[in-house]
């Protein structure tokens, strides 16, 4: 971090910021003193939460979920001294981290490497590049850990594990009203393929998603559904990232592969231009896949479903290509448009420097799989499951020093 890198929520200048960052600071350390005093962890949690109430006030699982979170940063060393150099992370920030690790498989969990990878992650995403940087949202900070779990947990999975890997499920819950909830588990393409046809439908015919639901299952409704699966060319297995799962497990990866009937350059997509209004296919496919969500800040609406807005108007010469697009939902788009906002977006970067009405500003991270910061991610897990690989060749190959050599001459009898 340099010293004119900073999030907004710790800016030197703003009063408000610098208020809410000493409350953090406090909070943080209030909890890291209810921590029991034995490292090795032989206390009960239960009891242990039980007896802070009174000095809390709040429920022992409310206690106990704020120090599993704290036990979780201490596996996680550089994330620790960030936080507690920047105090930038709010308890709420912790506890998402906290949650988007229980249900890490037992393999992982007990994988050195795979918390190295992750604490070595986190920092970097974590550390601001820029001035006046927006914070990543709990949301995103899960959806990158997550990232992290499906490209590691299934790295030995084959070709035939992957029609055998979904957790498929079906429930429906009754309402006192009569109603019923009916509940999908599904793999994360066939998900994906159910929620695009059920928002084309709902747009097509004016409807709410239920209604579109209920239509496409009842009524033998054919549509077609084209899904954007996005996966580097140039990093050996790399992970694939689809909306809205996010990065895919390597079965995913490769089932999602055998399926592409269309194979598109981003990198020639991003220079790509058409002189209509709308853009095309696939440059829509690279302003979605570069924005990730939309990029008013904090918003956190899909950029598959946002407007594609030129920043100079179109009316006023603006040209349709991805330099001069970004992905604003339907009401900040509106905002947007009025006048209450401006932005710069920087096309090599996909940062999006915003400046309000009253003077303030602040700069948005793009957090597409197209996002030069995504990008370094893959290249950089890539780089650690590569070494990881090596060492593990190195351990199983057999031995060539003279004491394990088995001898070649006759018997010494």
């Known amino acids: 971090m340099t010293a004119?890198?900073?999030?907004?929520?710790?800016?030197?200048?703003?009063?408000?910021?610098v208020a809410r960052r000493e409350v953090r600071r406090?909070?943080?350390?209030?909890?890291?003193?209810?921590?029991?005093?034995?490292?090795?962890?032989?206390?009960?949690?239960?009891?242990?939460?039980?007896?802070?109430?009174?000095?809390?006030?709040?429920?022992?699982?409310f206690i106990a979920a704020h120090l599993d979170a704290l036990t979780t940063v201490n596996m996680l060393p550089g994330l620790r001294t960030l936080v507690e150099q920047m105090h930038h992370l709010d308890m709420f920030h912790l506890?998402?981290?906290?949650?988007a690790l229980l249900d890490l498989?037992?393999?992982?969990?007990?994988?050195?490497?795979?918390?190295?990878?992750?604490?070595?992650?986190?920092?970097?995403?974590?550390?601001?590049?820029?001035?006046?940087q927006l914070l990543p949202t709990p949301g995103a900070i899960t959806r990158k850990i997550r990232g992290v779990i499906r490209s590691l947990a299934q790295e030995e999975d084959t070709e035939e594990d992957v029609e055998d890997s979904a957790s498929d499920s079906f429930r429906q819950y009754d309402h006192a009203d009569g109603s019923v909830t009916t509940e999908v588990r599904l793999d994360a393409i066939n998900a994906a393929a159910v929620e695009q046809a059920v928002r084309d439908y709902a747009a097509e015919h004016d409807c709410s998603f239920a209604q579109a639901f209920t239509a496409l299952l009842l009524n033998n409704v054919q549509i077609k559904v084209v899904l954007n699966v996005y996966r580097?060319?140039?990093?050996?297995?790399?992970?694939?990232?689809?909306?809205?799962?996010?990065?895919?497990?390597?079965?995913?990866?490769r089932r999602a592969a055998r399926m592409a009937a269309t194979v598109r350059d981003m990198d020639e997509a991003a220079t790509a231009h058409t002189g209509s209004y709308r853009?095309?296919?696939?440059?829509?496919?690279?302003?979605?896949?570069?924005?990730?969500?939309?990029?008013?800040?904090?918003?956190?609406?899909?950029?598959?479903?946002a407007q594609k807005d030129h920043r100079v108007n179109h009316r006023d010469g603006g040209p349709t290509t991805p330099a001069n697009l970004a992905c604003l939902c339907q009401h900040h788009h509106n905002r947007k448009s009025g006048g209450q906002a401006f932005y710069v977006l920087?096309?090599?970067?996909?940062?999006?420097?915003?400046?309000?009405?009253?003077?303030?500003?602040?700069?948005?991270?793009?957090?597409?799989?197209?996002?030069?910061?995504?990008?370094?991610?893959?290249?950089?897990?890539?780089?650690?499951?590569?070494?990881?690989?090596?060492?593990a060749r190195k351990r199983r190959a057999p031995s060539t020093s003279p004491k394990e050599t088995a001898p070649t001459g006759p018997p010494p009898f």
């Open 232 to 253: 580097a060319h140039d990093v050996p297995d790399a992970p694939g990232w689809l909306y809205p799962a996010g990065w895919l497990s390597p079965d995913c990866t």
């Open 279 to 305: 853009p095309t296919g696939t440059i829509r496919a690279f302003v979605e896949g570069r924005d990730g969500t939309c990029r008013w800040p904090g918003c956190t609406r899909s950029a598959v479903s």
């Open 105 to 132: 498989p037992t393999g992982l969990r007990e994988d050195e490497f795979f918390w190295d990878t992750l604490d070595e992650v986190l920092v970097d995403y974590l550390t601001p590049t820029r001035a006046n």
């Open 346 to 391: 920087d096309p090599a970067t996909g940062e999006v420097f915003w400046l309000f009405e009253d003077g303030r500003w602040v700069c948005d991270d793009a957090e597409g799989p197209l996002a030069p910061k995504q990008r370094r991610w893959v290249q950089s897990l890539a780089q650690r499951r590569a070494r990881r690989a090596e060492r």
């Open 26 to 61: 406090a909070e943080y350390l209030s909890w890291r003193a209810c921590l029991p005093d034995d490292e090795d962890g032989h206390r009960d949690w239960t009891t242990h939460a039980a007896t802070l109430t009174a000095s809390i006030g709040g429920t022992p699982r």
């Open 95 to 99: 506890r998402k981290i906290d949650d």
């Open 4 to 17: 004119t890198a900073y999030y907004s929520v710790c800016s030197p200048t703003d009063p408000l910021a």
